[in-house]
């Protein structure tokens, strides 16, 4: 393995996120072999342009092995590409990074299933609920939820994951010694504590800039196999990242949101454009349960969609009880506390409903829910689900809105 040193030395010549660093990586196949290099011998190559060349020629070993001393000292391991714990799909991207400052566990991210979650910091209820939801589910089947640690969705990302004893990971904008995002500072500690990893590109000292987020973001893209955007105003910084992502051929992923609301803005345009729709867990699973079937145990999914379609509030029930399963989720929800909502509701077996009829109300409530969702939950098949909803229907039990979705009625 090359000495890293000459990885932070080639970061610091060409700077962060150059394109070169990919002809030095993939065609040179040595950072010290440019190291070595005599001007002559970079002219010839055609890649550098003089004051190129006269960075490169004078970038010394000295501040690279200060940063290699700082690291050791920190705890921190630099993961190089040579590295074995270099993530493999950040290798065909541009600009793939010369070295990534790592603090906890990388290793094993090449057998995971990474989704980045992103979105705005000024972000509404809706947003960091439906982020916290995402992030628990996403980690509850056994993917890993990775995310930029800044308030709003971001934090709420992370935290569903952590709540569902999930895998996350952390990607900054900044050194690893630099406390940005203050407000990070005890979630970072959690990160750590529960297995997950925490990652720069920026070496030490280095502070959060605005156009540092950019750089890091084709990283929050290209680490993971699709991108969800969960809340973002058409000039979000998410909408940046989810730039990358179709630039790297990457799935992206939007929540929708009402037409009106400033705040949804870039996910309904991403919408429009071609982004893949939210409906659910499943919409963002369903893209990868053939393609990554040793990562994400689905036989968690039903349980964990009952949950979705009642609008389980996950932050309420992990304060209840430690989350072991999505299993025993539900039964600390029926068994002990029912949610207001639902208590409400006739009972189905006032109704004398068929056993099916009576699953399939449990599993409504008065939001709107898909019949892609509902079928999915179930596992009846379509034309037996119809049947029965027809049945609630007449009972006067559950109401079919626009767009084939439905609703316990409000009796």
């Known amino acids: 393995m090359e000495d890293s040193v000459f990885w932070i030395w080639l970061q610091q ?38 004051k190129e060349i006269e960075r490169i020629r004078s970038a010394s070993l000295e501040e690279a092995r200060w940063q290699q001393n700082r690291a050791k000292r920190l705890g921190c391991t630099l993961v190089t590409p040579d590295h074995p714990a270099y993530p493999a799909s950040l290798t065909n991207i541009d600009c793939m990074p010369c070295v990534l400052y790592v603090l906890g ?29 995402l992030g628990y589910g996403l980690a509850a089947v056994g993917a890993t939820v990775v995310s930029g640690l800044a308030v709003g969705i971001d934090t709420a990302a992370h935290e569903g994951a952590l709540q569902a004893c999930g895998r996350t990971v952390g990607i900054m904008a900044c050194g690893m010694d630099v406390g940005y995002p203050q407000a990070s500072r005890r979630l970072k500690r959690q990160i750590l504590d529960r297995g997950g990893a925490l990652l720069s590109e920026f070496p030490f000292g280095v502070r959060a800039y605005g156009y540092h987020f950019n750089i890091r973001n084709r990283i929050l893209a290209g680490i993971s196999a699709g991108v969800v955007v969960v809340q973002a105003p058409e000039t979000s910084g998410a909408l940046n990242t989810a730039r990358h992502a179709l630039s790297q051929n990457r799935d992206v992923f939007a929540v929708p949101g009402q037409i009106f ?24 699973l369903e893209e990868y349960q053939g393609r990554y079937p040793p990562c994400i145990q689905l036989e968690r999914l039903p349980e964990l969609l009952k949950q979705e379609v009642r609008d389980i509030d996950i932050e309420e029930v ?94």
Request: with cysteine.
């Open 261 to 284: 609301d400033a705040r949804m803005k870039g996910c309904n345009r991403l919408i429009a454009d071609g982004g893949k729709m939210v409906l659910g867990l499943s919409s963002i």
């Open 13 to 50: 010549a060409l700077g962060i996120g150059s394109i070169k660093t990919d002809w030095v990586i993939r065609e040179l196949g040595s950072p010290e072999m440019l190291y070595r290099m005599s001007e002559q011998e970079l002219a010839a190559t055609g890649r550098f342009a003089p």
């Open 105 to 133: 566990k990388l290793d094993g991210i090449n057998d995971e299933l990474p989704i980045t979650i992103v979105g705005t910091r000024d972000c509404d209820a809706y947003g960091v609920s439906t982020a916290r939801h």
């Open 318 to 411: 992990a304060q209840r009880q430690p989350v072991q399963s999505p299993r025993k989720v539900e039964r600390s929800l029926s068994d002990e506390e029912s949610p207001p909502a639902l208590s409400e509701q006739p009972e189905p077996e006032e109704r004398d409903l068929s056993p099916e009829a009576a699953k399939i109300y449990q599993l409504l409530n008065r939001q709107p829910t898909d019949f892609d969702t509902i079928s999915y939950a179930s596992g009846f098949p379509v034309a037996r689900l119809l049947s029965i909803l027809t049945e609630l229907e007449l009972e006067g039990l559950v109401e079919q809105l626009p767009g084939k979705r439905y609703i316990r009625r409000a009796l």
